[in-house]
């Protein structure tokens, strides 16, 4: 199905260095930001305390988190927990305050705002299990980009296996640049949303891979160049209705989806546009600059030799 038809190839390659350019330039500010600033990280990671209050009526969030503010916890997490009356509140830990006390006096704090306030559960994360939790999501990250390497190299050739994942890493480092330089909070969710990411790139690059192998099969005379641009060109009109359709579906997370989705859809914000730009210019460009041809993907055939005669 195509909505939006080109009628002729447009030179993405003809742009391979300005991008290339860009996208290193944006590739090493990300990197800055992440030494010099570093992620602001949430209670998942450092450790801290996690309050479960219920109430007998909708809570008022942001009634909450003033409440907070004036305990001089401005930096505690206040988002619903399954339903509109049960609250969920992260607090980071504190040097001078253990967590039981902590717990104590924000829960007589928020009911003497409101009489019906009642703390379900207090749980304490420990700065151990957070750094578990660092390492296996670093650990889980590896193991998705060696897989995609192994699959791209496995399906195509070393030079997309290669190429896809630098532009996928890209993707991943952007959006850890993002949060680093706002000092967004990095939770597990947004962990899960980089490893959606780091598969929503790599089916892109598929598509555009997949279209290539087949253009070096059928257009035996264009250029390298030629053939690229065509297979990009070719499934513009998909990359617009998928990621047009996805978008809209996060957009509506990031504006409608509350506290709790909020920084999960913005790194998928993120991700989609970036996943989009590295898959359609960060990618080619690099499989010209590896050197792919025909030969890589059109094995020359073995002619039989010709048996001798007696």
């Known amino acids: 199905m195509e909505f939006f038809r080109f009628k002729r190839d447009i030179p993405f390659m003809s742009w391979g260095k300005y991008t290339t350019a860009i996208s290193l330039v944006t590739f090493i500010a990300a ?3 992440l030494v010099t600033k570093g992620l602001n990280l949430g209670v998942d ?17 942001n009634r909450i988190r003033g409440t907070l503010i004036k305990l001089g916890m401005a930096d505690a997490s206040v988002q619903n927990f399954g339903t509109s009356r049960d609250v969920l509140i992260r607090l980071p830990a504190k040097a001078d305050m253990s967590s039981a006390k902590l717990s104590e006096t924000v829960i007589a704090a928020l009911h003497a705002d409101d009489e019906t306030a009642e703390l379900r559960r207090v749980e304490f994360v420990g700065p ?9 999501g670093a650990l889980a990250l590896l193991i998705v980009s060696l897989g995609i390497v192994a699959y791209l190299a496995m399906r195509f ?5 290669v190429s896809g994942i630098i532009a996928n890493l890209h993707d991943v480092v952007i959006i850890l640049g993002f949060f680093a330089f706002f000092q967004w909070e990095f939770s597990l969710t947004v962990l899960a949303a980089i490893l959606a990411i780091l598969g929503y790139s790599v089916n892109e690059s598929v598509v555009v891979f997949d279209r290539i192998r087949e253009n070096f099969r059928k257009m035996r005379r264009a250029s390298v160049a030629q053939v690229i641009d065509n297979a990009i060109t070719r499934t513009m009109s998909r990359t617009i209705i998928t990621h047009g359709s996805t978008q809209m579906v996060v957009v509506s997370m990031l504006l409608f989806g509350g506290e709790s989705l909020h920084y999960f859809a913005l790194a998928l914000t993120i991700g989609i546009l970036f996943g989009i730009y590295s898959s359609v210019l960060v990618a080619s460009p690099l499989l010209m600059l590896l050197g792919v041809s025909r030969k890589d993907i059109v094995k020359p055939e073995k002619k039989p030799e010709p048996e001798a005669v007696p």
Do not use: C, H, I, R
Request: net charge negative.
């Open 31 to 33: 990197v800055f930001f």
């Open 45 to 61: 990671f450092t450790g801290g305390t996690v309050m479960e209050v219920s109430y007998t009526q909708p809570a008022d969030l």
């Open 128 to 136: 151990q299990v957070g750094k578990e939790l660092v390492e296996n």
């Open 157 to 161: 050739e070393w030079k997309f296996g």
